[in-house]
T-cell receptor, first 117, second 110 residues
Framework: DTEVTQTPKHLVMGMTNKKSLKCEQH?????MYWYKQKAKKPPELMFV???????INESVPSRFSPECPNSSLLNLHLHALQPEDSALYLC????????????????FGAGTRLSVL | KQEVTQIPAALSVPEGENLVLNCSFT??????LQWFRQDPGKGLTSLLL?????REQTSGRLNASLDKSSGRSTLYIAASQPGDSATYLC?????????FGKGITLSVRP
């Protein structure tokens, strides 16, 4: 099973709403990632979690708040978003460890299409 | 800062043609290079991963090569089919981060 499951598939929210995106994997991966992808652009890394600890934050605004409650689950909490935050949000996972770094395939979910009104 | 370039941005070919997609990167200090496929509005599907110590990988009709010293990779698709129509992205990994190219949108005409 190489599946990364993201919910919901689509989300429409107002600028004052609070919502959360969810990502789940059962491959035993200890690294999980959030990416943002605008139309016709490549994915941009937002956050990396390694062993359930935040290891990389690519200077993402605080209105995006990640959370990794356990090794299988990754959340992205959204609050007071702007219309320009509308995008496809992708979650990914991989194994972690310097010895295996070169072999580690990142597996992506299908994404959550977010629209901010 | 690593930069990944994929040219051209779009490509249209007739069915059955063999084709090559190119990817170049500026910093050769990478762990691996991955080729992904993305259908419109969908997530990314990993096609092939080449470790920095490897020269090529094959999966079915796909063959990817890596020349780390020159900062280049190619994805070869044999006997293209309409179902191969998608955007193909290459990404290089260094320091726990993947850096993506902008992708090549491939259209295979029946």
């Amino acid at each position: 099973d190489t599946e990364v499951t993201q919910t919901p598939k689509h989300l429409v929210m107002g600028m004052t709403n609070k919502k959360s995106l969810k990502c789940e994997q059962h491959m035993g991966h200890r690294a999980m990632y959030w990416y943002k992808q605008k139309a016709k652009k490549p994915p941009e890394l937002m956050f990396v979690y390694s062993y359930e600890k935040l290891s990389i934050n690519e200077s993402v605004p605080s209105r995006f708040s990640p959370e990794c409650p356990n090794s299988s689950l990754l959340n992205l909490h959204l609050h007071a978003l702007q219309p320009e935050d509308s995008a496809l949000y992708l979650c990914a996972s991989s194994q972690v460890g310097r010895v295996a770094e070169a072999k580690n395939i990142q597996y992506f979910g299908a994404g959550t299409r977010l629209s901010v009104l | 800062k690593q930069e990944v370039t994929q040219i051209p941005a779009a490509l249209s070919v007739p069915e059955g043609e063999n084709l090559v997609l190119n990817c170049s990167f500026t910093d050769s200090a990478i762990y691996n290079l991955q080729w992904f496929r993305q259908d419109p509005g969908k997530g990314l599907t990993s096609l092939l991963l080449i470790q920095s110590s490897q020269r090529e990988q094959t999966s079915g009709r796909l063959n990817a090569s890596l020349d780390k010293s020159s900062g280049r990779s190619t994805l070869y698709i044999a006997a293209s089919q309409p179902g191969d129509s998608a955007t193909y992205l290459c990404a290089v990994k260094a320091n726990s981060k993947l850096t993506f190219g902008k992708g090549i949108t491939l259209s295979v005409r029946p």
